[in-house]
């Protein structure tokens, strides 16, 4: 039994480390980027012939609190008006329907061309709405939107030019975050979205590895879409798998890291689950779907291979995580009572460099948007160990997801309620379509507080603290997730 654990740990070890590599050479990939110039073609837009015809999507479900903020700010985009197209793809069963619908009126009467879309059923969720409007768009590029992004008055005049180049399927901008400061939930999601959309969408584009359409802030060349099958709704992740089958097509993506895109991040730990489950699923469902095609493809370099093999598995991390965590009480014990492992025990502890490399690579980020500095410097340790407690915290959850995802477990689309946060004073508590109920993981959550909690005192007992640090985060960050889901609900 020893013998059992104690290979299934650094089994587990062995791949967040070869991961902690992989992150390691996106690092390395960004700093050259950064000293790189942009010289890509871009169309001119002083000759009104280059000007191509642009229609904008909004896929939106049962948004009543952020519907008027989203198509005020979208009819303030600056873009010839002969020129552009806005499609309201709502699939909304409530009473948001008929206050968009007068909404959508009153800017039609301006002069905007914007269209109020609804169908008679949600059947592909996200992927068949928006398959559903692609249908009679009038563009030859297609800017998607969700309802809680507000983009920048020239954010056309900012990605459209790069399809200059025919290669370019996609243009993807990097998230903001207007309600970044709310609370430390916030804070944590905004920390390891910079990350994704610094560090990594960089790193993986500047080698040319394939990256992924983040679902929203982005545009599609509308020939590129249909020429890879067109949106899907088989997995939960219709962006991701319609990036992957566009690449292998050898479209090109270019990501444009100083283009911010703000948006509003869930202020609420069950709208914040139900995006991560989302996430997590339907990128385990991806990896079913799309790996093995992609490991066959001889024109596909071996290096790509490797960073989509991970970039597939990322939250399959959190499987191997939660793994490490309920192993590492029963090894300390074996570390303690049983002497012929002691010199094991001191070669698997190198991999504790894994976080050594992923704490200089979020550092890169962090300094990148918020600067460097002393006082900044404690701030990210702060955040950082905060941030992967509750990731840890998140491991029950996060790993139920990709495990249906893995095995094919189907499973409905549930949107992420939006709040229209954006003080300190805003407040969520009357919103409609919070999940009242407590999920079942909360109860493994609870008892895995516990857990490390017995973790922590077993180290006095048999003194020793090697894993003392990791089981204070692995408590802490059970404890958050425990609280605040009972708390959310009252």
Not at 36 to 47: A, I, L, N, R
Not at 51 to 59: H, K, M, R, S, W
Not at 219 to 240: H, P
Not at 332 to 361: E, R
């Amino acid at each position: 039994m020893d013998i059992a654990i104690i290979s299934v740990y650094t089994a587990a070890l062995l791949v967040i480390f070869f991961y902690s590599l992989a992150q390691l050479n996106l690092l390395f990939n960004y700093l050259k980027s950064r000293k790189q110039p942009d010289d890509s073609p871009t169309f001119d837009f002083s000759k009104k012939e280059e000007i191509p015809v642009v229609t904008i999507q909004l896929p939106v479900y049962n948004e009543m609190y952020v519907m008027e903020r989203l198509l005020n700010n979208i009819a303030l985009i600056e873009y010839p008006k002969d020129k552009l197209e806005i499609q309201v793809l709502d699939d909304s069963t409530d009473e948001s329907v008929a206050t968009t619908a007068a909404h959508i009126k009153r800017l039609h009467e301006t002069g905007l061309d914007i269209k109020h879309i609804c169908r008679v059923d949600r059947s592909g969720f996200k992927a068949g709405a928006l398959k559903e409007g692609l249908k009679i768009a009038k563009g030859e590029y297609i800017a998607i939107f969700d309802a809680d992004f507000l983009p920048g008055e020239k954010w056309l005049l900012q990605t459209i030019p790069y399809f200059k180049d025919d290669n370019i399927g996609v243009v993807q901008t990097r998230w903001g975050h207007i309600n970044r400061d709310y609370s430390m939930l916030t804070k944590i999601q905004a920390f390891a979205l910079d990350f994704h959309f610094t560090m990594e969408q960089v790193g993986r584009n500047f080698k040319d590895h394939f990256i992924n359409f983040n679902g929203t802030a982005g545009v599609w060349r509308k020939t590129c879409i249909e020429s890879a099958g067109n949106w899907q709704g088989d997995t939960l992740t219709e962006d991701l798998d319609l990036s992957y089958r566009a690449q292998l097509k050898k479209w090109k993506f270019k990501y444009l890291e100083d283009v911010e895109t703000p948006a509003e991040l869930p202020v609420v730990i069950s709208a914040a689950r139900s995006q991560q489950f989302r996430w997590n699923k339907g990128a385990a469902e991806n990896f079913q779907k799309l790996f093995w095609k992609l490991l066959k493809d001889k024109t596909v370099p071996l290096k790509t291979k490797f960073h989509s093999f991970f970039h597939l598995l990322n939250s399959s991390m959190f499987l191997l995580v939660l793994l490490v965590a309920v192993l590492s009480v029963p090894v300390m014990y074996i570390k303690n009572s049983n002497p012929l492992f002691s010199w094991y025990f001191n070669v698997i502890a190198f991999f504790a460099s894994s976080t050594l490399i992923f704490f200089i690579c979020y550092w890169f980020t962090f300094k990148r948007i918020h600067g460097a500095g002393f006082w900044n410097f404690l701030e990210y340790v702060k955040l950082f160990f905060t941030f992967f407690s509750v990731a840890m915290g998140f491991s029950v959850h996060n790993s139920m997801a990709v495990l249906e995802g893995h095995f094919g477990k189907k499973s409905e689309f549930v949107r992420t309620p939006k709040f229209n946060i954006n003080t300190l004073k805003d407040s969520w508590k009357e919103n409609k379509y919070i999940n009242k109920n407590i999920s079942g993981n909360t109860i493994i959550e609870a008892l895995l507080m516990g857990y490390f909690g017995f973790a922590l005192y077993s180290a006095f007992i048999l003194q020793d603290f090697g894993l003392f640090v990791f089981h204070i985060m692995l408590f802490l960050g059970f404890s958050f997730v425990f609280f605040k889901s009972i708390t959310s609900k009252m």
